[in-house]
């Protein structure tokens, strides 16, 4: 699923501080997969990177 992810490159059309804040989404998802942390820790967690990203990239 990843490989499909990567090759069918879904933001080629929508801005940099998009493509940065929504590609932490599945981060987070593999991130809950391997730890032991409650999903909405993991949610927190991939909400701040989305946000650092997305900041970092706009500005």
Request: with cysteine.
């Amino acid at each position: 699923m990843a490989v499909l992810y990567l090759l069918t490159d879904p933001f080629q059309y929508s801005p940099d501080w998009t493509a940065a804040a929504l590609g932490s989404v599945p981060v987070g998802f593999l991130f809950y997969s391997f730890s032991s942390q409650s999903w909405q820790t993991c949610a927190k967690i991939a909400a701040g990177t989305a946000i650092g990203l997305s900041l970092g990239t706009y500005f």
